[in-house]
């Protein structure tokens, strides 16, 4: 079956880089691209970006164009979203998905910015 | 970057039937837009309902459709459940940029 592996929660100082991992399993990883939302605490969900795991292309928010990287390793069949100079209001649950219908979804990740 | 808007709350009798709609700021919500409904409660992390405007999973329930109405895509509730009060979210599609709805909190009462 589909299912989508994400890293455990993170703390990060403001200022720091975040990388969060996303390993994908039960499926061909390079047939299908994978998105990167998030959730602020009590917020809308945002779409941060995706790329496509078979030849690597990528496409980002405006919103966080000058912060986010997303990468993959396909012989792990795995995406990472990086994002650098984390602020407090980067405090959110990260998530992967499955693009193509987004019908699978990775079980998120806690990153708390903290001094 | 086009916003997306949803009714904040919404409240439907149990067996009863409700459409949660999703707006653009850009005009009229297309086919072309690929409208999404989310489903989501506390501490989960969201389940698509609906792609594409109307397509659904293998593990949508029956009772949800999804559809495009007086320029706004629409999901419709028909014999709401408790298990249904959740939040909903809708995602649109902008030439390469998806946009989520700020979600609508639908209760069962």
């Known amino acids: 079956q589909v299912q989508l592996v994400q890293s455990g929660a993170e703390v990060k100082k403001p200022g720091a880089s975040l990388k969060v991992s996303c390993k994908a399993s039960g499926y061909t990883f390079t047939t299908y691209a994978i998105h990167w939302v998030r959730q602020a605490p009590g917020q809308r969900l945002e779409w941060m970006g995706w790329i496509h795991a078979g030849n690597g292309d990528t496409e980002y928010s405006p919103k966080f164009q000058d912060r986010v990287t997303i990468i993959r390793d396909t012989s792990a069949s795995t995406a990472y979203m990086e994002l650098s100079s984390l602020r407090y209001e980067d405090t959110a649950v990260y998530y992967c998905a499955r693009a193509t219908n987004w019908g699978f979804w990775g079980q998120g990740t806690l990153v708390t910015v903290s001094s | ?91 649109l599609f902008y030439r390469g940029v998806w946009v989520f709805g700020g979600g609508t909190k639908l209760t069962v009462l």
């Open chain 2, 1 to 91: 970057q086009a916003v997306v808007t949803q009714e904040p709350s919404l409240t439907v009798s149990p067996g009863g039937t409700v459409t949660l709609t999703c707006g653009s700021s850009t005009g009229v919500v297309t086919s072309g837009h690929y409208p999404y409904w989310f489903q989501q409660k506390p501490g989960q992390a969201p389940r698509t309902l609906i792609y594409n405007t109307s397509g659904k999973h293998s593990w949508t329930p029956a009772r949800f459709t999804g559809s495009l109405r007086g320029g706004k895509a629409a999901l419709t509730l028909s014999g709401a459940q408790p298990e249904d009060e959740a939040e909903y979210c809708c995602l």
